[in-house]
């Protein structure tokens, strides 16, 4: 049976381009973990930080993780956040290749400054914010599989190293 993709990284690596990108060349399907957690609440991930907190987040998170990684031969695009649980890797290994797209902090802030839709960098110094969580993340990213670039503004590059470690 195929493995399954998964991608991590921080809010704004590319994720969710680069898992459209590899679902439509390999065609394969993409899941999306933050819509299915969106579905499963009826609402958006804004309101569910607001109204009932990070770490009920965080539940719900860790019960779409687990469900989706025991399918098999899909992408998996998962939340910057899904690391922090370290049954997560876990479960995303069992049946998956786990790789992180790295992005620097100042390419993180560049691509999501003028996004108002992450609960995390709503503050007064959302770059500031970037460099914190990211320094905490960094080690847990760093249990992925792979690690890829996505610095450059071009997909194609990730893109390209994913699907010739998947093949193998
Ligand atoms: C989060 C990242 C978001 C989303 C939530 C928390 C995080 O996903 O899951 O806002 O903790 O880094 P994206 O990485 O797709 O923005």
């Known amino acids: 049976m195929e493995k399954n993709i998964c991608l991590i990284g921080f809010m704004g690596s ?3 381009m680069i898992a459209c990108e590899l679902g439509r060349r390999l065609g394969l399907e993409v899941v999306a973990a933050d819509e299915l957690i969106e579905a499963k609440e009826g609402r958006r991930i804004l309101d569910i930080f607001k109204t009932k907190g ?3 987040f965080r539940d ?9 990684s025991q ?3 899909i992408i998996i695009d998962c939340g910057g956040g899904v690391v ?3 049954e997560n890797l876990a479960n995303l290994k069992s049946n998956g290749i786990v ?6 902090p100042e390419v993180i802030y560049e691509r999501v400054k003028h996004e108002g839709h992450r609960p995390l960098l709503k503050g007064p110094d959302p770059l500031g914010c970037i460099k914190e969580l990211y320094n905490q993340r960094l080690p847990l990213y760093n249990q992925a599989d792979f690690v890829i670039d996505a610095n450059d503004a071009s997909i ?3 893109v390209a190293e994913i699907i010739k470690k998947y093949k193998g």
């Not at 719900?60 to 687990?66: A, C, D, G």
């Not at 790789?99 to 620097?104: H, R």
């Open 60 to 68: 719900l998170e860790q019960k779409v993780i687990e469900e989706i």
């Open 14 to 16: 590319g994720k969710s």
């Open 84 to 86: 922090l649980r370290k």
């Open 156 to 158: 194609e590059g990730p």
């Open 54 to 56: 990070e770490a009920y």
């Open 99 to 104: 790789f992180y797209l790295q992005a620097a």
């Open 71 to 73: 399918r098999r031969g």
